[in-house]
């Protein structure tokens, strides 16, 4: 998905912020920022980690330095195996104009070294929010993986997907009450995008103050 083609969709959506979270990676984040900034649509550099435990974390920074540097730390953390791109197709960086910069040889599809309280500690030494990646999913979340949510390392924030039921789905999970709950499209084909969306209620669009939000601070609210 081009950055151009992704704000065309956001825009016919209605979506006004939005993060890119590639697999362990942030390498395509410089190209959607420069782009969401010339159309005037909020973004924010992000990356979905895949733990030791193959558990989901997506990470989510205001600042983008901090965000590359982070970056480079998890790229060190993958195992340097080749990817297949005949089976899992090839793993390009393009810039704002959808131009192929490189193409990244090691395979992202992998897990980190880091396990879960890791991934979370490096994601908080670098400014970032750790949430786990589609909690009522069956694969590759943190209750999948674990089969419980763990008292460490804790998380303020907890992603869901798309066509959940919060009110169902929080009957049977009680410890994931509504405000600490965060919907997106985790969107893979431009059809995708808009499947899922939260509603923030910030004073600025950023990660600092969704963290606001989810621990209850007065004037802040998410609605999913």
């Not at 919907?183 to 969704?210: F, M, T, W």
């Amino acid at each position: 998905m081009s950055p151009r083609a992704v704000i065309k969709r956001l825009r016919e959506c209605g979506i006004e912020w939005f993060a890119i979270t590639d697999h362990n990676s942030l390498a395509n984040c410089p190209a959607y920022a420069r782009v969401a900034a010339e159309e005037g649509i909020y973004f924010s550099w992000g990356v979905e980690i895949q733990s030791a435990e193959e558990i989901h974390i997506l990470a989510y920074f205001d600042a983008p330095e901090q965000a590359i540097l982070f970056d480079k730390e998890l790229y060190d953390s993958l195992l340097p195996i080749a990817n297949d791109p005949d089976f899992f197709g090839d793993q390009v960086i393009i810039d704002e104009n959808e131009n192929i910069l490189r193409v990244e040889q090691r395979a992202l599809i992998n897990s980190s070294l880091w396990d879960l309280n890791t991934v979370v500690e490096r994601i908080e030494t670098f400014g970032g929010l750790a949430v786990p990646a589609h909690v009522d999913a069956s694969v590759n979340s943190i209750l999948s993986q674990l089969g419980f949510l763990p008292e460490t390392p804790h998380f303020d924030l907890f992603g869901i997907t798309a066509g959940l039921d919060v009110e169902i789905w929080t009957v049977k999970h009680p410890e994931f009450r509504a405000g600490k709950l965060l919907r997106a499209s985790d969107a893979h084909y431009l059809s995708d995008i808009g499947k899922g969306s939260s509603q923030l209620y910030l004073d600025n669009p950023c990660v600092s103050e969704i963290k606001q939000a989810a621990l209850g601070e007065p004037g802040y609210l998410i609605r999913v």
